[in-house]
């Protein structure tokens, strides 16, 4: 009886120990997650304060009617151009190439009927070196979503996933919120909002 008292001690206490590493396992990555977002990328208000009376061209918008979903609240990366409305095998197809470092900008009209984006084509953004992505639209799985380390802003969530009914159009130039999207320039967004370039931005004494 004591062997097996002792037994079922040292078995509670491993579980504990489990749970405790666990927890700090996702501590520790959640951590990382926030570190990479506040290094890797300048803030768009220190954009704004150095170059917006520069004579680059520079595009700004405020956060507006755009949310943050991703797990890296600031980042920035040339942009590349997805056009669809309530179908997203585009998006699926260009998020499955490599990122290289890029944002996909997604005008899916704006429309509120369905998500063009969810946690497996976030999956695929994150694991192919996309820095970021933004969805004039609706995403869903926004919890999951908000647990990997890209950059995701959009305009709302929907529970219903989107058609498979047509492609769209890519790598074409995109207008909303009051910014053009245009392939090859640069963007830079955080909570503040987005910053549009032509050029790349540094503030190495900020970052």
Not at 152 to 173: C, F, Q
Request: aromatic fraction near 6%.
């Amino acid at each position: 009886m004591l062997t097996s008292a002792v037994s079922r001690s040292q078995l509670l206490f491993s579980r504990s120990l489990l749970l405790q590493s666990c927890n700090s396992t996702r501590i520790i990555t959640m951590a990382s997650i926030a570190t990479s977002s506040s290094t890797s990328s300048p803030a768009t208000a220190d954009l704004c304060d150095d170059f917006v009376t520069s004579p680059t061209r520079l595009s700004v918008a405020g956060s507006g009617d755009f949310r943050d979903y991703g797990g890296i609240k600031k980042f920035h990366g040339q942009i590349e151009t997805v056009r669809c409305f309530e179908s997203n095998p585009l998006v699926r197809k260009t998020l499955q190439e490599p990122g290289n470092g890029r944002v996909l900008v997604v005008d899916g009209g704006a429309s509120t009927r369905v998500a063009i984006l969810g946690d497996m084509l976030a999956k695929f953004a994150q694991d192919n070196g996309w820095k970021g992505i933004i969805v004039n639209g609706c995403i869903r799985d926004s919890k999951v979503i908000s647990e990997l380390s890209v950059g995701v802003k959009a305009r709302g969530t929907h529970p219903l996933k989107s058609a498979k009914t047509h492609m769209g159009e890519r790598g074409i130039v995109v207008a909303f919120g009051g910014l053009e999207f245009v392939p090859g320039h640069w963007l830079y967004a955080d909570e503040d909002g987005i910053v549009i370039s032509e050029e790349q931005l540094k503030l190495d004494s900020k970052l």
